[in-house]
């Protein structure tokens, strides 16, 4: 029998779902699970949003353009002009959800061999995109002490080679919850223009930025629009993860060209989704702000609660919703695997990503888990009760 390719056997899988199994297992002997371990956000998708797809006179759901609705394209240029990010609707093209925007974005700059550097931990699926476009990820570790803020130049300029093609982040982080400084932008614009580089930003969770700082975009920066390349998704934004309507945002044509070409080989983006998307920019700013204060008030319940807990260590994100947190524990992926398969506090216990999958670097985020703020106060607040219980029944507990 023939074997699978190498890219496929090099494929990772998801360290966020791989223990989907044995949450399933607990979930089949009457155990509640609650998941924190997928950036599932149990936010009402907008009203707006939901309208669109139940209220329609679409007699035939045809191919759309493959670089998006026009109307869509035209909504979204205006969107990030109120974010003060200049484009026009023929620099956006419109993707199958961010992973596609990422994937398109690689291909479209790297051949296979080339290299992008990406602070870490980071984003696991960045793994599995660049093994799709046949690019290797060069990690530059961000500590955990430092609040995970960008290593100093010295550091990325050691990984930079002959064969590098661009940088890469995601702002404001997944996993970490760190928002770059402007310093930091301009520390990378810098090293991108010396270098000759793409720059690449996940901007997703654009609007969650806490305690008075501010975002900024990779097309904030000045003198780089031939080398910035943003990737979006509403995933986030509106809680409709299931849609699957991303972005790729960039002034350099060239890019653009290319990924319509990549997104003419696939014909189109969902065409129902885009109409709803479309609908979605119309979602009302007490919407957007009461999601703001949920997400703030599940992280200030989170870290009342970690910071009461002996040996836990981490730092309240500044942004998105998720935070890497060091655990005293022997190992993450067996803490949480003995959480879904032994632990139970009342019948209910909860679901974590173990944080080595974050990192490209071996060895790292052993004792390390992401906690993802995605339920409600109270829920979260359950969910620390029983992380801390856990903490202190466990038999590989370190502290």
């Given at each position: ?204 969770y654009r609007e969650f930025v806490y305690d008075g700082k501010q975002h900024h975009s ?182």
């Amino acid at each position: 029998m023939p074997s699978v390719s190498q890219r496929a056997q090099s494929m990772p899988p998801s360290p966020i779902r791989k223990l989907v199994p044995y949450a399933e297992a607990a979930k089949a002997r009457g155990v509640k699970v609650f998941h924190l371990n997928i950036g599932q956000p149990d936010i009402p998708t907008p009203k707006v949003m939901m309208d669109a797809f139940r209220n329609h006179e679409i007699e035939v759901l045809a191919y759309g353009h493959s670089a998006g609705l026009w109307e869509y394209r035209e909504g979204l240029a205006k969107y990030y002009q109120k974010n003060n990010i200049n484009v026009s609707k023929e620099e956006i093209l419109v993707t199958t959800a961010g992973s596609e925007a990422i994937i398109f974005a690689m291909m479209a700059t790297m051949d296979p061999g080339d290299e992008v550097i990406v602070p870490e931990p980071f984003y696991t699926n960045y793994n599995g995109f660049a093994i799709e476009a046949g690019v290797k990820v060069v990690p530059v570790t961000c500590r955990a002490e430092d609040g995970f803020a960008l290593p100093s130049d010295e550091e990325i300029r050691a990984k930079i080679t002959p064969k590098t093609r661009a940088i890469m982040i995601c702002n404001p982080n997944n996993p970490t919850g760190y928002v770059y400084t402007m310093e930091e932008m301009e520390r990378l614009r810098k090293l991108v223009l010396e270098f000759d580089l793409f720059f690449f930003s996940d901007e997703v969770y654009r609007e969650f930025v806490y305690d008075g700082k501010q975002h900024h975009s990779v097309l904030h920066l000045e003198g780089i629009d031939d080398r910035a390349v943003i990737m979006d998704s509403i995933s986030k934004r509106y809680s409709a993860c299931g849609a699957r309507v991303g972005c790729l945002v960039t002034k350099n044509k060239d890019i653009i060209d290319t990924a319509l070409r990549f997104g003419q080989a696939r014909l189109c983006p969902p065409t129902m989704e885009q109409i709803a998307a479309i609908a979605a920019l119309d979602t009302p700013q007490e919407y957007m702000d009461e999601v703001y204060a949920e997400y703030n008030a599940r992280r200030e319940a989170v870290f009342q609660a970690l910071s009461n807990m002996p040996g836990v260590v981490g730092q309240k994100p500044p942004g998105a919703f998720y935070t890497i947190v060091k655990l005293p524990v022997d190992n993450a992926d067996k803490f949480c695997t003995w959480l879904l398969e032994e632990f139970a506090d009342n019948n209910e216990t909860i679901m974590l990503a173990p944080a080595a999958g974050f990192y490209a670097t071996p060895g790292l985020g052993q004792d390390e888990v992401r906690i993802a703020f995605v339920l409600n106060v109270a829920a979260m607040q359950r969910s620390m009760e029983i992380l801390e219980k856990a903490l202190q029944a466990y038999p590989g507990k370190t502290a």
